[in-house]
Every structure is written in C-alpha cells, then in structure tokens.
C-alpha cells in the first residue's frame, strides 16, 4: 500500500523559530510537492522537487526552503517561522497520473 | 494569473441526482494532465480521476467522470447519483511540463449532498 508520511499532525511553534516539516514516501517517486492549504485559497504550490538535490519554486516560496537528500524524503524548512505561516501543511509525490498525498500537518505559529 | 480555476464555492445537490463541479484551465503546454480530488472533513485528499490531454475519451471511475473539453480548457467533474458520503471539498488540479512536472490545484468547490 503506497504511503506519504508527514512527521508530524499538530506542530506549535513560536514566532522566529526555525521549524522542519519532514515527508517520506516509499513509492520510489522521483517527483515531492509542498503545499499549504487555507480556506477559501485552496492548495498553493510552496516548492516542489523532480529529484535527489533538485527543486522548483512554487508559487508562494517566499519564507520557505526545502531540501532533497535522499529520494524519500522531502524536508520543508520555515527559516524563521511568523503568524502568517499558520496552516495546514500537505506533502504529496507523484507519479504521472494520481498524485498521493500524506494526512498533512497543522501548523501554528504563537 | 489562475491556473486552475473553480468558479463555485459552493454547491447543493439532493441525493440521488447528478452534480457537475466547474474546472477551467489555463496552459500552452501540449502535454498536460487533470485531476480531481475529494477533501472530506477528516482532511484526507482521495484521489478520483485522471485525464491526460491526448486521451481521446473522457475519462470514468465509476460514479465519477470528467468532462473534458479541450478547446474550451474545461475539465468538469460529473457525480452521478449523489450519495450523502459525497459531501466535502472537491479540488480540480493540473500537471504541466515536460521532466519537471508542476502540479497545480484549483481554490475548490464544497459540495453538499441532502436527503
């Protein structure tokens, strides 16, 4: 059964706080998503990666990076976490036609 | 600009009637896909269809089947005989590029389904 695993389902954190988001897939998937999802905006693009060392700007990559060291694990990384960067976070990886996603992680920032 | 665009916030249907979800698109790559994807209250994201832009038939999984209209860049979803486990949020995504695939979804639709 193909799995996306998010490390963490709730997460609090204090504003400045450098904070990891980590997703691993066993899929042997080439191509990790990063979003966040908030009402009334849907699912935005934050970063996404087509291989080991290799990403891609999303659409809102503005206060994020992320890392790709290994194939299964896809890290997003809040440099100095704010209160807009509250939300619910959702890893997916793909392959051509579904993409799977993990049970997303909610973030706040106190 | 929208990528993906879902024009209805909101939707009610009753059960056992059809539904159609809105998708508009935008891309001048030739070589995209389209996705549909239900959010139930829990949160998961349940896959549902998939429809490559050289297939030359809609695609179907059951209750579910895709509109698709190229020239028009649309991509509707059509529920038939909606079920009360029907309501929830239904996001229309895409996929564009060549190696570097980006996937794109759309601001989403809530359906509700009533007795």
């Known amino acids: 059964d193909v799995k996306v695993t998010q490390s963490s389902r709730y997460l609090v954190k204090r504003t400045g706080e450098k904070v990891f988001l980590e997703c691993v897939q066993d899929m042997d998937h080439e191509n990790m998503f990063w979003y966040r999802q908030d009402p009334g905006l849907g699912l935005r693009l934050i970063y996404f990666?087509?291989?080991?060392?290799?990403?891609e700007k999303g659409d809102i990559p503005e206060g994020y990076s992320v890392s790709r060291e290994k194939k299964e694990r896809f890290s997003l990384i809040l440099e100095s976490a704010s209160t807009n960067q509250t939300s619910m976070y959702l890893c997916a990886s793909r392959v051509s036609t579904e993409a799977f996603f993990g049970q997303g992680t909610r973030l706040t920032v106190v | 600009a929208q990528k993906i665009t879902q024009t209805q916030p909101g939707m009610f249907v009753q059960e056992k009637e059809a539904v159609t979800l809105d998708c508009t698109y935008d891309t001048s790559d030739p070589s995209y896909g389209l996705f549909w994807y239900k959010q139930p209250s829990s949160g998961e994201m349940i896959f549902l269809i998939y429809?490559?832009?050289?297939?030359?038939q809609n695609a179907t999984e059951g209750r579910y089947s895709l509109n698709f209209q190229k020239a028009r860049k649309s991509a509707n979803l059509v529920i038939s005989a909606s079920q009360l486990g029907d309501s929830a949020m239904y996001f229309c995504a895409m996929r564009e590029g060549l190696g570097t695939d980006k996937l794109i979804f759309g601001t989403g639709t809530r359906l509700q389904v009533f007795p």
């Open positions: 429809q490559g832009s050289y297939d030359q």
């Open positions: 990666s087509y291989d080991v060392k290799m990403k």
